[in-house]
């Protein structure tokens, strides 16, 4: 596949995304998605500890979710200075506030008086106004994160508020997606994009940047995050698991989620389909300038580590993963829409959103069942056939970002 170029310079970590940067996407790409099926030979699964042992999702913590770049939701949650938006990033309760001048700044959840969590996760967004305020001892912080106010800790106590900020991490969006970097020396977001298994650089066509949230469904499913993952990469278990959605894509009756030929990864939809609906069509505004064939198509781009991007001919879903222990997964679906599509008379994305959340559901079913499989004393590891390649490539991710040998 060949990398689609940026539509226009994006700026992005204080640099900006060029057409000449964009066009070298493709060059860290998986290393076994293109293998033949003759050149295959069976590849390894991780190890059922992998999945199960709290020492190894601690080891995920440390080297990869408080590393690299993680998404948590979207900019346009945050659309106003002083609007917030709170996420949990394996464990580490994160908030967004977009400051006065309105630009976006993250910190850890935690007053630098005492440690309280200052904002809560449910609601998970919202306005603080002009400062934010500690519920605990009203210690106030502006948008920027400079201590403000410590009602009752007097100036002759020789307290000097400017050392007492509130703890910082980096942020940063693209294609309106929000991501934050709890590293102390955050890389470049666009250097993390690039370095995916998939990309959503390749999308930029699609305009994501300009799409609005217009629903959302939040799932608990009792298993790991990787096999949330793995899921979504392998369609050997859709006959059987999902008999509505090879009625839409059906390539996915042979248990394959790419034919090596159609661009982008993309897969055609059923004859005369223009709408990711179980019949087929929706009354939804097609997006404008996409590629002809692409008002035929499904495209799915998983971004490492946890973000799957779906887009349709007049939407795109996204499930945005939330890793909660070894065994627990908050998978959020988000459903995306042009601004015009949203400001219809009657807008109603209902064929869609619940075409999804039945494929969703099936799919957290047996996440689970694996969930508990991979769990065992008797698991022994298990065996990736080709259809199963971009398992094995996002594995193979995930060995370099925990500093594993590569299995190759």
């Known amino acids: 596949m060949i990398g689609q170029r940026l539509s226009e310079p994006e700026t992005m970590g204080g640099h900006a995304a060029t057409i000449e940067e964009a066009a070298i996407v493709t060059q860290e790409r998986p290393r076994v998605q293109g293998v033949g099926v003759r050149e295959w030979r069976p590849r390894p699964t991780l190890r059922g500890t992998d999945y199960s042992s709290e020492a190894v999702y601690e080891e995920e913590r440390e080297r990869l979710f408080f590393r690299g770049w993680f998404c948590i939701g979207r900019a346009d949650e945050v659309p106003a200075s002083g609007d917030y938006l709170v996420r949990d990033v394996a464990g580490e309760s994160i908030f967004v506030v977009r400051n006065r001048a309105g630009e976006l700044r993250a910190f850890y959840n935690v007053c630098a008086h005492r440690g309280t969590r200052i904002l ?58 929000l991501f934050v970097s709890l590293a102390a020396e ?31 469904i939040s799932y608990d499913v009792a298993a790991n995050w990787k096999i949330v993952v793995e899921n979504y990469n392998e369609c050997l278990h859709c006959p059987q698991i999902h008999p509505e959605l090879v009625q839409v894509i059906p390539l996915y009756r042979k248990g394959e989620v790419w034919d090596g030929e159609t661009r982008d990864g993309g897969n055609e939809m059923a004859p005369g389909a223009t709408s990711f ?49 070894p065994d627990r997964t908050r998978v959020v679906s988000e459903f995306y829409f042009r601004p015009e599509a949203l400001a219809m008379p009657g807008f109603d994305p209902s064929p869609t959103v619940d075409l999804w959340d039945l494929i969703s559901r099936q799919d957290w079913q047996v996440c689970e069942r694996a969930q508990l499989g991979v769990s065992s004393r008797g698991y022994r590891g298990g065996v990736y ?18 500093g594993r040998p590569q299995v190759g």
């Open 385 to 402: 056939p080709r259809k199963d390649r971009l398992l094995f490539d996002f594995n193979e991710r995930w060995r370099e970002a925990l």
């Open 277 to 325: 609906t179980a019949s087929g069509t929706s009354d939804l505004p097609k997006f404008p300038d996409l590629f002809p064939e692409d008002y035929g198509m499904y495209y799915g781009a998983f971004q490492f580590p946890n973000l799957m991007v779906n887009m349709h001919p007049d939407s795109v879903m996204a499930y945005v993963v939330y890793p909660q222990g």
């Open 186 to 216: 955050p890389g470049s977001l666009l250097d993390w994009l690039r370095n995916s298994n998939e990309t959503i650089l390749e999308f930029e066509r699609y305009r994501l940047g300009e799409l609005r949230l217009g629903r959302r």
């Open 120 to 177: 809560d996760e449910d609601p998970a967004c919202g306005s603080v106004g002009k400062a934010i305020k500690c519920p605990y001892h009203a210690w106030s912080y502006d948008l920027d994160g400079r201590l403000l106010a410590t009602p009752n800790v007097h100036e002759d106590e020789q307290f000097e508020r400017a050392d007492y900020r509130l703890n910082e991490v980096a942020v940063d969006q693209h294609g309106g997606f």
